[in-house]
Antibody, heavy 122, light 107 residues
Framework: QLQLQESGPGLVKPSETLSLTCTVSGGSISSSSYYWGWIRQPPGKGLEWIASIYYSGSTYYNPSLKSRVTTSVDTSKNQFSLKLSSVTAADTAVYYC??????????????WGQGTLVTVSS | DIQMTQSPFTLSASVGDRVTITCRASQSFSGWLAWYQQKPGKAPKLLIY???TLESGVPSRFSGSGSGTEFTLTISSLQPDDFATYYCQQYYTYPLTFGGGTKVEIK
């Protein structure tokens, strides 16, 4: 059974960089069939897609965050990561990692991590 | 970007009721639409994809329909476990976008 687990600091200071890692178990991140994504949810609000990355490093970013987002993949560790720079209180959210298909027909988010709350505060 | 608008924002219903949630897109696209269920403190769970295909293990009381710019999620007979927030999401094109959510509450 595929499992995803987010990890990283729960508290980040304003203007600093938020860094999260998602560890995938029960399957290979190097599968040609899937992208790996990041989604966030501010407290009490809806879902926002942040980015998707392929094992080769190919990426898609949300234009609203693109200038501040970097994603990477470490196939040796079966992990992928998110960095969000120059954070403000508006970036406080639960951050989820998830799997999505590589083709348009399969691009739904079918496996999710449990989510991790990141609070931006001094 | 394709904007997704869900209605209603909140829905009050009783066990056994038939419930319908609507999702409208700002532009027409073929049925690359998914529905998710989210309970408090939990990650979203995929219910339906390709507008009407039930994800494995999801009860058959859930169904989806629609095309173009209007899509619906129907729960044929609401069960206690179904009280949650539901989101639609288009995956026709990047950026992937979600509806604002519909909270199904106990009446």
């Amino acid at each position: 059974q595929l499992q995803l687990q987010e990890s990283g600091p729960g508290l980040v200071k304003p203007s600093e960089t938020l860094s999260l890692t998602c560890t995938v178990s029960g399957g290979s991140i190097s599968s040609s069939s899937y992208y790996w994504g990041w989604i966030r949810q501010p407290p009490g609000k809806g879902l926002e897609w942040i980015a998707s990355i392929y094992y080769s490093g190919s990426t898609y970013y949300n234009p609203s965050l693109k200038s501040r987002v970097t994603t990477s993949v470490d196939t040796s560790k079966n992990q992928f990561s998110l960095k969000l720079s120059s954070v403000t209180a508006a970036d406080t959210a639960v951050y989820y990692c998830a799997r999505l298909g590589a083709s348009i027909a399969a691009r739904r988010l079918d496996y999710w991590g449990q989510g991790t709350l990141v609070t931006v505060s001094s | 970007d394709i904007q997704m608008t869900q209605s209603p924002f909140t829905l009050s219903a009783s066990v056994g009721d038939r419930v319908t949630i609507t999702c409208r897109a700002s532009q027409s696209f073929s049925g690359w639409l998914a529905w998710y269920q989210q309970k408090p403190g939990k990650a979203p769970k995929l219910l339906i994809y390709k507008a009407s295909t039930l994800e494995s293990g999801v009860p058959s009381r859930f169904s989806g329909s629609g095309s173009g710019t209007e899509f619906t999620l129907t729960i044929s007979s609401l069960q206690p476990d179904d009280f949650a927030t539901y989101y639609c999401q288009q995956y026709y094109t990047y950026p992937l976008t979600f509806g604002g959510g519909t909270k199904v509450e106990i009446k």
